[in-house]
């Protein structure tokens, strides 16, 4: 992938150097990203809810702002913070893009990179939470540690590590659409059907990874082998693979992320269309 011709963001601050901000109970560390995913298949929970459970409630905490440029004062960036910041300014461009077609305008999440744990609106995360996306602030967080255990979970590549990024972005688009307050509400009426909305609000914003992916490849940004490596990753990180890694066993009731196919259906929907509207995952099938 030609991601060092990609913009880039200047919505990106750094917090490497801010580590135990906040932990309660000794922190989630020495867990591992797989362990906690597994669990909270397990539990059908989303990662975070666990993180919270095991930390304990705390106070929202103001981290220092990031000085001028976004990336903040914890020294010079490294090939892995150039190459977020570029992927978001290339979501960035496309979303903007998009939005301006409907006569609105796009409001870019801000990306935190952080290392060990974070301290966020939706509470404290450690590097075993894996990304995230919080509404509660409109940012999304990377550890970026995490970009080896993808490559341990069998995904390499970097269109696979920027299809990462690009979802959680996905579920900041879903935020200003107002698709992830709907579900939400819904959730809350009927918890029957939590996971199976959770699924579908994950798929959407697979698909909506897949429509930054279509856009850059149309720029000439991608190059022969990158759909492939993109489409590995939606499949390394399917439920259903994770499960039977895990607990050597696959409980559908269970995901909350969709399966390795639903993973790979809706991200190259996106992927061959470009078109957010194909992205509609509450008003037909998933599978």
Known sequence: MRWRDMRESGNVESRSGMRGIGMVGGGLGGVGLLAVVVISLLLGQNPLEIIG???????VQTEPAPGPGGTGATGPKDQNQEFAARVLGDTEDTWSQIFRQRGQEYRPPR???????????????GSATGPFYCPGDLQVY?????????????APGDFARAYVIAHEVGHHVQRLTGQSERVAQEQSRDRARRNALSVRLELQADCYAGVWGHHAKQRGLLEPGDVESGLGAA????DDRLQKMGQGR?????FTHGSSAQRVRWFRTG???????QCDTFSQPVS
């Open 53 to 59: 459970m095991l930390q304990g409630d705390g106070q």
């Open 111 to 125: 990306l935190v990179l952080f290392r060990e744990q974070v301290q966020s609106a939706c509470g404290i995360a």
């Open 235 to 238: 499949a390394a990180i399917g």
């Open 250 to 254: 696959v409980a559908p009731e269970s």
């Open 142 to 154: 990377l550890d970026l540690a995490f970009f080896q255990d993808l490559r341990k979970l069998g």
């Open 271 to 277: 992927l061959e269309s470009g078109d957010p509207r």
